[in-house]
């Protein structure tokens, strides 16, 4: 079964840090692309960043630059996201999710359950 | 970046209706725009891959269209189990983007 299980949420304080993980299983890894994806209470979703196979290219959304790192290691099959410099505004349920090539673009196809993350003193 | 404009915020309909949501592109962006389906407490489910593709096990009754910066999202036959939030997602840029959603409520 192809399936992505987040851990490492948690409740940090303002300035914080903290690890996500994200194990995947049931397919090569390695051959694809990986996005972290959020949702703040209550509120929409936002495409976080996302990592090539090899790890050699890497995208954030602005909010998180110079702030989160996306990393990933194949033999382990699992991808990370290091947050630091934790805000208020980082709250959310993070999601993992695998970016398929579609017919036209990237699709996300599987996603994880989600960890959460609270930022709060 | 690329801004991605859904309409309706919300709608409300009735099991049988058929329902269009809109997403718009601040750019053109060729077929590489995706919808997903996502239900309260649970992960987005990926729907339509670039714009008219059927995910594999989506029923039939969802279909999508559209190309450069107009695309819509259609359910022909309402089902109780299609209630939840649907989003579009743009994939023409590395750095995806979401449309704020789409609540579709039942009347």
């Known amino acids: 079964e192809v399936q992505l299980v987040e851990s490492g949420g948690g409740l940090v304080q303002p300035g914080g840090s903290l690890r996500l993980s994200c194990a995947a299983s049931?397919?090569?890894?390695?051959?694809?692309?990986m996005s972290w994806v959020r949702q703040a209470p209550g509120k929409g979703l936002e495409w976080v960043a996302n990592?090539?196979?090899?790890?050699?290219?890497?995208y954030y959304v602005d909010s998180v630059k110079g702030r989160f790192t996306i990393s990933r290691d194949n033999a382990k099959n699992s991808l990370y996201l290091q947050m630091n410099s934790l805000r208020a505004e980082d709250t959310a349920v993070y999601y993992c999710a695998r970016d398929e090539v579609a017919a036209a673009g990237i699709c996300m196809d599987v996603w994880g359950q989600g960890t959460t993350v609270t930022v709060s003193s | 970046d690329i801004q991605m404009t859904q309409s309706p915020s919300s709608l409300s309909a009735s099991v049988g209706d058929r329902v269009t949501i809109t997403c718009r592109a601040s750019q053109s962006i060729s077929s590489y725009l995706n919808w997903y389906q996502q239900k309260p407490g649970k992960a987005p489910k990926l729907l339509i891959y670039?714009?008219?593709s059927l995910q594999s096990g989506v029923p039939s009754r969802f279909s999508g269209s559209g190309s450069g910066t107009d695309f819509t999202l259609t359910i022909s036959s309402l089902q109780p189990e299609d209630f939840a939030t649907y989003y579009c997602q743009q994939s023409y840029s590395k750095m995806y983007t979401f449309g704020q959603g789409t609540k579709l409520e039942i009347k």
């Open positions: 049931g397919f090569t890894f390695s051959s694809y692309w």
């Open positions: 990592i090539k196979q090899d790890g050699s290219e890497k």
């Open positions: 670039a714009a008219s």
